[in-house]
């Protein structure tokens, strides 16, 4: 099993800026992309952002191209995604995702995060 540890959500005033981390822990040998979903209320959850753990791939949702970036740092297990420019629509419960396959929209996802809350305020 792979437990992923998402911490840095909160709340933000409109145009600032927020790191998100998601730290993977236990049986991670056949992990080889990470990434991060959202779910708004009265929205399915969208995929965000994902990275290939071997960096020769990352994805960007429209939502957040230009505003976002992801990373990784394999050494701690752990990807980012930060979000500048933050938008009343960014306003969600972020879940960490990893997977065995390249993370693309509409991928079946080995393992969650529980989430966690990034509201943003005007």
């Known amino acids: 099993q792979v437990l992923l540890e998402e911490s840095g959500g909160g709340l933000v005033q409109a145009g600032a800026s927020l790191r998100l981390s998601c730290a993977a822990s236990?049986?991670?040998?056949?992990?080889?992309?990470m990434g991060w979903y959202r779910q708004a209320p009265g929205k399915q959850r969208e995929l965000v952002a994902s990275i290939s753990l071997d960096g020769k791939i990352d994805n960007l949702s429209s939502s957040v191209k230009g505003r976002a970036t992801i990373s990784r740092d394999n050494a701690k297990n752990t990807v980012y995604l930060q979000m500048n420019s933050l938008k009343l629509e960014d306003t969600a419960v972020y879940y960490c995702?990893?997977?065995?396959?390249?993370?693309?929209?509409?991928?079946?996802?080995?393992?969650w995060g529980q989430g966690t809350q990034v509201t943003v305020s005007s």
């Open positions: 236990g049986d991670i040998s056949n992990i080889n992309s």
């Open positions: 995702a990893a997977d065995r396959n390249f993370i693309w929209s509409g991928s079946q996802i080995d393992f």
